[in-house]
């Protein structure tokens, strides 16, 4: 080997240093190598393939072989960090001359080989001392002696670090590309080949332009060993970097699961920490994405009063019951404690009356209906006196049909359909049936939401409305597998028919149009694809929710303090105007990432018909009516109507009304 320039008294220098190495290096580490312990952690996957978390003590996945790496991941290693890799016993002569001699002359340069650099990672530190140069030289032969060049390099590309977070290729490929290691292109490979040299030195994030230039370094080392062409290089080192980092998202999910898995594990002898297992859950990725971008962007439009608010948002697939979306906290809360979004029960309001309207819907009224817009007062001058008000304080003698009082959330009107039409029992009963598991208490105010319930219990609730009256029982985890591909767990969607598909679409007809013109209209400055939903605003402001579906996806929002005791404020004390757009934004952002989604309507059943109603008596039209509107109609039920007009009522509570 030729070096030019090198005076005399280096080059002794630099002979007597190897010398030392050499001899030295013979006699530390007389006895066989240190066990090697590599500890890989279990990782989570969302439903469509993306990578949302790991549990270790390192975001680390075992590569299995050098087969589930790209071959330009190995070209490039070899190129840069080690050309005489298969050539050498551990230890290159030649590399270690260059690297004392870059090091006597100002340019600091280690000389290790591959091997020894793996030897330095399983086992020692990364001081700079002649004795730990020793003790990597001796431990880089014994590797060398008992594995394969194969094996070792897998051992390498599967412990060093690559900045973010990520240890070995696997995780790094996901994390700087989100895709396994053996799909690299020539490109990414030669990007993440250029970051083990320094990871946080050419962090793409705070240094692009530094990673780029150090990834056609390493793209020009190919040229260099013949892998390439100078032609070829020409043409990749204009190529962009093509980063697709992997957002962190989910935090909230990915604790949910791990409480979900362990549970299940435990139970047979495995645990996550000690085992390497891959979680294939729910979690859409994309939606996940969209409803953290959603929530993101109100906070910032929140007044001072507001920032610390919390937030509990969960969306599940109707039919299936996949949880497809997980939010449990404010922006800056932490995932690891309270998740809002399954752990808390707060009262709904009036995003409750869907299950009052679907019940009376269910029994045979129409959305005709005429419901008094009056004071109702029960059980009047007792301590149990029930006296609801609506939002405006306002009322009218005049009757509203069932489609406008739900439109724009009357709460005099549902008090009079639950003390006239129907009773809390069968109110309770409905929701019940359609998936709220919550105790809730058979009194009239429980017609505005008056018992707690979770987020997660509405969002799947509502489902049943866009799946033709098909409950579906939500859940996160569907597989569980060990590192050789073995099931250890599935789960298969639980469902079963609970409402009749008429009842479910004429509620959801309802429900739309409260989107369209009503409580919730604020939706429709973000998002215009197909949409129902319900507000909720509990009493003096402390809590709001929405809950909105279109036939792929039911999420329920609540907005709320965890010490209930402080309000809502600053114009955000509405479900209309906390949580509607957030819902709005997060459908929007949904709709543009996944191609078709919303582009369907709900399925009209067959015995579905639009009829003309008359509004002073909610039945088909006769000659002495004045008030003529076309609504949806189940006409197997309207035979029923007349019964539903003079029932038999065991009255219960004592109920005054008022003009």
Known sequence: MKIAAVPNDLKLKSILIITLLLLFASSTYPQDLPPINIRFASYAVSFDGHVIGYFGDKDRVDARSTGYISKYVL???????????????????????????????????????????????????????????????????????????????????????????????????????????DKLSITESAALVGLVQSPTGYDPVKHPGKMLARRNIVLHNLVDVGKISEAEFNRLKNTPL??????????????????????????????????????????????????????????KQFPN??????????????????????IGGNPNSNPLGLNRAVQIRRQPGSSFKAFLYGSLLEKGYTLAEPLLNVPV????????????????????????????????????????AITRLTTPDSVVDFAHRLGIKSELLPYPSIALGTSDVTPL???????????????????AITKIEDKNGNILYSRAVQDSTVLDSATAYLTT????????????????????????????????????????????????????????KHKLSGGYQYGGTACAPIWGKMMQEISMDIRGFSSSDF??????????????????????????????????????????????VKEKFDVNYGW
């Open 242 to 299: 093509g980063l697709n980092l992997n957002a962190c998202v989910g935090k909230y999910f990915m604790e949910y699961i791990r409480r979900e898995a362990v549970d299940i594990l435990n139970k047979r002898g495995i645990y996550l920490d000690k085992n390497e297992l891959k979680i294939t859950t729910t979690l859409n990725y994309d939606m996940e994405k969209s409803a953290e971008d959603a929530v993101n962007s109100q906070w």
């Open 75 to 181: 070209w490039s290693l070899i190129a840069t960090e080690d050309r005489d890799f298969y050539n050498h016993d551990g230890v290159s002569i030649k590399g270690i001359i260059r690297g004392i001699f870059k090091t006597l002359t100002g340019r600091i340069e280690g000389g290790s080989t591959l091997t020894m650099q793996l030897a330095r990672n399983l086992f020692l530190t990364n001081e700079r001392t002649i004795s730990r140069k020793i003790k990597e030289i001796e431990l880089a032969r014994k590797l060398e002696q008992k594995f394969t060049k194969d094996e070792i390099l897998l051992m390498y590309l599967n412990t060093v670090y690559f900045g973010r977070g990520a240890y070995g290729i696997w995780a790094a490929s996901e994390e700087y590309f989100n895709k396994t290691p």
């Open 377 to 416: 007062v029960v059980d009047s001058g007792t301590a149990y006196q029930w006296n609801p008000q609506n939002d405006d304080n306002d009322y009218t003698a005049s009757p509203l049909p069932m489609e406008t009082a739900i439109q724009h959330s009357i709460n005099r009107s549902a008090a009079y």
């Open 509 to 564: 007809a309802a429900l739309k149009e409260v989107v369209n013109g009503g409580t919730a209209s604020s939706v429709r400055r973000f998002y215009h694809g197909v949409a129902a939903g319900k507000t909720g605003t509990t009493q003096d402001y402390t809590d709001a929710w929405f809950v909105g579906y279109n036939p792929e996806l039911s999420t329920a929002i609540w907005i709320g303090f965890d010490n209930p």
């Open 603 to 648: 399925k009209k059943p067959e015995s579905i018909s639009y009829v003309d109603l008359c509004e002073e008596t909610g039945e088909p039209v006769n000659d002495r009516c004045l008030h003529v509107k076309t609504f949806p109609v189940d006409t197997a039920k309207l035979s029923e109507l007349k019964e539903l007009h003079h029932p038999v």
């Open 457 to 475: 219990e509405m969002a799947s609730s509502y489902a049943v409305f866009a799946d033709e009256g098909k409950y579906a029982e939500p859940f």
């Open 305 to 326: 009063s507001m920032k610390d608010a919390q937030i509990g948002l969960v969306s599940v697939e109707p039919g299936t019951g996949m949880i497809r979306v997980m």
